[in-house]
Nanobody, 115 residues
Framework: QVDVVESGGGLVQPGGSLRLSCYAS????????MGWYRQAPGKQRELVAT????????NYGDSVKGRFTISRDNAKNTMYLQMDNLKPEDTAVYYC????????WGQGTQVTVSS
């Protein structure tokens, strides 16, 4: 069992920045494939970004490329999502996913981009 907890969401103005964090439990965090997903009201959950075990390979959804950066610190069992130049269409609940044998999901953190 892997417990996943997101933090760092909030209200930000267009053009602003936020950094999300995701803590995943367990002594084998360095073996977890990790990712961020989001779901806006009335829409399906979509990929934001993923990162491999070592952090060497990242992948981004088209709508966030060049604005968001995913990273991880295996010593802290934590993954991050740096979000810059935020737009109103980035408003959503952001979910952390950890994969080790199966997927584990957090409860989500709300990000609202509005003036």
């Amino acid at each position: 069992q892997v417990d996943v907890v997101e933090s760092g969401g909030g209200l930000v103005q267009p053009g602003g920045s936020l950094r999300l964090s995701c803590y995943a439990s367990g002594s084998l965090f360095y073996l977890y494939f990790m990712g961020w997903y989001r779901q806006a009201p009335g829409k399906q959950r979509e990929l934001v970004a993923t990162i491999t075990k070592s952090g060497g390979v990242t992948n981004y959804g088209d709508s966030v490329k060049g604005r968001f950066t995913i990273s991880r610190d295996n010593a802290k069992n934590t993954m991050y999502l740096q979000m810059d130049n935020l737009k109103p269409e980035d408003t959503a609940v952001y979910y952390c996913m950890s994969h080790y044998g199966r997927e584990y999901w957090g409860q989500g953190t709300q990000v609202t981009v509005s003036s």
